[in-house]
């Protein structure tokens, strides 16, 4: 077996080796941007260039990898995934630069950093798709991360809101999806948890649940302001 590109590897699980290498290596970047916050408002340029070129090798190192495989499916290979969808968003937003877009993308990236905490149907450190999970999640961190110390970004309560909208149409669409692919988007199908819920109440939980959480960052950042002078 090819361990760095079967996709026969095992599934990393929590407490083991890739887990806690894939979380002390996130807090690692957290920690590396957080002391080097006041070069990037000079360097925009650059930055939005590297993240650009960085989600295009994401996305295609997955997608290699599916195809090597032979699993890459609409199904399997979940390219709508929110996280992977905010891959492409952040690529979007290195050309066109709108802020409404850094809202969407600092929010959403909320869930590739419970991801550190609570992976689900991993690959291991060792094996490709292990690696673009890596890439994938921390981008969707650091790059709005980078855009609030930069201060060319302000979380607001309102930009939460628009978040929040965002993420229902988004969620809404996904059943879509799910109904006519039989996938398991936001693994609704394949839940971690609240097994007992039907898909309404399931449903319910999450896009209200999403939206009380969003609307809690943003009053906290709103409030945290007044010391750190990074929003407003």
């Known amino acids: 077996m090819n361990q760095l590109l079967d996709a026969r590897v095992p599934q990393i699980e929590i407490g083991d080796i890739s887990y806690f290498l894939y979380l002390f290596s996130f807090i690692g970047l ?22 650009f070129f960085l989600g295009i090798f994401q ?3 997955i997608v290699f990898w599916y195809i090597y495989n032979d699993i890459y499916t609409l199904t399997s290979a979940l390219p ?6 905010v891959v492409w968003l952040i690529i979007i937003q290195c050309i066109v630069k709108k802020p409404i877009l850094n809202h ?11 991801a550190f905490v609570y992976p689900i149907g991993i690959w291991p450190y060792y094996n ?8 994938m999640h921390a981008m969707n961190v650091i790059f709005p991360l980078i855009m609030l110390l930069s201060g060319d970004f302000k979380p607001s309560i309102k930009g939460a809101l628009i978040a929040s909208g965002a993420f229902t149409v988004y969620y809404i669409s996904i059943l879509l999806i799910n109904e006519w692919l039989d996938a398991n988007y936001f693994f ?3 839940r971690p948890f609240l097994h007992e819920l039907s898909l309404f109440q399931y449903s319910l939980v999450n896009i209200l649940g999403t939206t009380a959480v969003f609307i809690v960052i943003g009053v906290l950042l709103k409030w945290v302001s007044k010391y ?4 407003e």
């Open 128 to 135: 490709i798709a292990g690696i673009a999970f890596f890439i």
């Open 80 to 85: 709508l995934q929110i996280c992977r969808v």
């Open 30 to 51: 957290l920690v590396i941007v957080i002391l080097f916050r006041k070069s990037f408002h000079s360097r925009l340029k650059w930055v939005y260039i590297s993240f």
């Open 104 to 114: 969407i993308i600092f929010y959403f990236g909320l869930f590739a950093a419970a």
């Open 188 to 190: 609704i199908h394949s």
């Open 59 to 61: 996305r295609s190192l």
């Open 228 to 231: 750190l002078r990074v929003v």
